[in-house]
Each structure stands twice: as C-alpha cells, then as structure tokens.
T-cell receptor, first 114, second 110 residues
Framework: EAGVAQSPRYKIIEKRQSVAFWCNPISGHATLYWYQQILGQGPKLLIQFQNNGVVDDSQLPKDRFSAERLKGVDSTLKIQPAKLEDSAVYLC????????????FGPGTRLLVL | GQNIDQPTEMTATEGAIVQINCTYQTSGFNGLFWYQQHAGEAPTFLSYNVLDGLEEKGRFSSFLSRSKGYSYLLLKELQMKDSASYLCAVRDTGGFKTIFGAGTRLFVKA
C-alpha cells in the first residue's frame, strides 16, 4: 500500500513570495490533515478535511494560508505571502474511515523562508 | 485550555528501560497516542490508549490513567535506533482533532 505522498520535499523562498504544497493521501482515507511543525516543537494542526469538507481550520492563519481538497482526494496548501516565521516542516497526514484517530504521515515539505 | 506536557530530553543506555511521561489537560478526551519521530522524518504511530491500563506491543508499552490525565511510554531493551523524539498526542471528542505535545527527545548511548 502506497503511503502519503507530498511534494516538494524542500522549498526555499524569500519573504513575501507565495508557495504551494501538494499532498496525496493513502487511497480510501477520507480524513486529511495539514500540520505545521516548527523545529523543536510538536506538529500543530492547521486544517482538517473530511472528504472535501473542512472539519477544523481554527488554527489556520487565514489571512495568508489557504487549503483546498476539491475532489476529496489530494489537497494543496498555499501560503501567500510568506513570512520568516513560516519556516517549518509542513506535514500531511490521512486517516482511514474505520480508524479515524490513527494518522499516517507523509514525509513532509521542509520550507525555508529567507 | 489545551495543554500537553512531556520532558524535553532524556538520555538512557543501550539495553536499559526508559519511561517517558506525558500529562495532559484537554477540553475533551477520545484517546491518547504515542508517535515516534526520527530526526528529519515524519511521525510514525506507536500506540493508542483509550481505556485505563497498560497496552503492550513488543518492546514498547503505553499506560493511561484518565482520572490523572497521565500517560507513559515504556521502552524496554533499548537499541541505538530508538534515539528519536517521542510525541504524546491527545484526540479530542467530536471531530477527532488531535493535539500534539512538543515531544521528548530520547538519546540512547552505548
């Protein structure tokens, strides 16, 4: 079974530029999560989708971050414009319907904002 | 408020036993998870507790006391490859939102 796929793996941009990350969850997983993990901290949930609907986006900085999961499968997370403090690893995870609490993580996208 | 506390770092010797503690205060509770995260890699699932007691899985065991808001992860027969961060995470009720602690970095020395 293929795992959660993410791209790109690394990205370096300058502040005020925009960036987009892509995630393809495990086939059949209805729940998809985007996390931000700053160095030395635990993952912080940015947004949670159930199929193509948003379940929780309370910690998403909506003035600069946006995410979509239009067909209920893959998802994109965008930052526009980026700030220095957005430098982090962006993790995508998914959960199967029969075990919605257990999350399977992708390899992450490491973002550096200069 | 939501709060999960775990020690920042621990050091243990190869072959020994180590216990990593986690205390939590969350508005809802629908299970506690432990994840392992090697440096530069994504977290991987280790264990899940929703009822009080001890769950054993090979060299790893996890304990939960809901009344005390407390859990621990026990690692036996430590190996060098166990050097990693161990994340305690609590699942909220309702939409399955999961809150992660900052993680405990475990260093296993020879």
């Amino acid at each position: 079974e293929a795992g959660v796929a993410q791209s790109p793996r690394y990205k370096i941009i300058e502040k005020r530029q925009s960036v987009a990350f892509w995630c393809n969850p495990i086939s059949g997983h209805a729940t998809l999560y985007w996390y931000q993990q700053i160095l030395g901290q635990g993952p912080k949930l940015l947004i949670q989708f159930q199929n193509n609907g948003v379940v929780d986006d309370s910690q998403l900085p909506k003035d600069r971050f946006s995410a979509e999961r239009l067909k209920g499968v893959d998802s994109t997370l965008k930052i526009q414009p980026a700030k220095l403090e957005d430098s982090a690893v962006y993790l995508c995870a998914s959960s199967p319907p029969q075990d919605p609490g257990t999350q399977y993580f992708g390899p992450g996208t490491r973002l550096l904002v200069l | 408020g939501q709060n999960i506390d775990q020690p920042t770092e621990m050091t243990a010797t190869e072959g020994a036993i180590v216990q990593i503690n986690c205390t939590y205060q969350t508005s809802g509770f629908n299970g506690l998870f432990w994840y392992q995260q090697h440096a530069g890699e994504a977290p991987t699932f280790l264990s899940y507790n929703v009822l009080d007691g001890l769950e054993e899985k090979g060299r790893f065991s996890s304990f939960l006391s809901r009344s005390k808001g407390y859990s621990y992860l026990l690692l036996k027969e430590l190996q060098m490859k166990d050097s990693a961060s161990y994340l305690c995470a609590v699942r909220d009720t309702g939409g399955f939102k999961t809150i992660f602690g900052a993680g405990t970095r475990l260093f296993v020395k020879a």
